[in-house]
């Protein structure tokens, strides 16, 4: 069966539920995950995870995110982007240095308070659902963290629209971002359009459309990466090679006798397979996440 990591560029108007459902039928295998929900307005990479390598969705999810974003000013939007119905308007007289100047004061950490319209659940109900049937809850604030925040353009040039780079957290509502950066201007802003161009140690540059990869699964090729791939690119232990004896007892589900080492690693057999992360302690290794084939 396959199993690796496919870096999808998704698509406008596809959830990524939608990008996972369209995956199983192109490689014919049940387990796919993704590692980063993109709403469907937006675009860019979204690493996708296929059969054993679904293990590591949980570890991905934790990666730094990188966007670049439409700002629109004057604009309050229910949904805290274009795609909303717009609650208000505002004339906006706001400068270059004065939108630079609260910019800054958005990076570092900083609090959210998760949009209405979001996938997270308070109470045990999601809060899209909620909000749809014209409900509003008290959402506590969550921390998150801009590591980094860019004005890169303004559309048209002397216009209300601004294009930004962000580079935060995971949880972070890029959506949220633009509207509290509206609210602090005082004339209100949306998001108009958002592109993710790296998440999990992937990029924009090796990406492929759905269409691509149709093609490739057409011919017999396979586009997948080794899921080993995603923690090395994220500088994920160190690697450890180990005997053919202790990949015996390791397989089984037991302890091998491995000195030295870090106590957290990227195991490997000495054909090269990725075994899994293993945990040493004091030299007795074990496996904490497998990753090989089971038959």
Not at 14 to 21: K, Q, R
Not at 46 to 60: D, H, M, Q
């Amino acid at each position: 069966m396959p199993s690796g990591i496919i870096v999808i560029d998704k698509s406008a108007g596809w959830t990524s539920m939608d990008v996972c459902a369209k995956l199983r039928g192109i490689l014919g295998e049940r387990r796919i995950g993704h590692g980063g929900t993109l709403d469907p307005m937006a675009t860019g990479v979204l690493p996708v995870f296929v059969g054993r390598a679904t293990r590591a969705v949980e570890y991905a999810m934790d990666t730094q995110k990188e966007y670049i974003a439409g700002l629109e000013l004057g604009v309050v939007t229910n949904t805290q982007d274009t795609t909303g119905q717009v609650l208000e308007t505002h004339p906006v007289q706001v400068s270059r240095e004065a939108l630079l100047e609260v910019l800054a004061r958005f990076t570092g950490e900083i609090l959210q308070v998760p949009p209405m319209y979001a996938a997270i659940k308070i109470g045990g109900q999601k809060l899209y659902q909620l909000a749809r049937k014209g409900k509003e809850v008290e959402r506590p604030a969550r921390p998150v963290t801009i590591y980094e925040l860019a004005l890169l353009d303004q559309t048209p040039p002397e216009g209300t629209g601004f294009l930004l780079r962000v580079l935060c957290s995971k949880g972070t509502y890029v959506r949220t971002l633009c509207h509290d950066i509206g609210q602090a201007l005082g004339c209100g802003g949306a998001m108009s359009s958002l592109r993710r161009t790296r998440t999990a140690g992937f990029t924009q540059a090796e990406a492929v459309p759905l269409e691509v990869v149709q093609a490739a699964a057409d011919r017999g090729e396979s586009l997948l990466l080794p899921v080993d791939e995603f923690f090395t690119r994220n500088g994920w232990a160190e690697k450890t090679v180990v005997s053919p004896a202790a990949e015996r007892v390791l397989r089984n589900g037991g302890t091998a006798i491995c000195p030295g080492g870090t106590a957290a690693c990227r195991v490997y057999s000495q054909d090269g397979t990725f075994l899994g992360l293993g945990d040493n302690d004091g030299g007795r290794l074990r496996l904490a996440k497998s990753f090989y084939e089971v038959p």
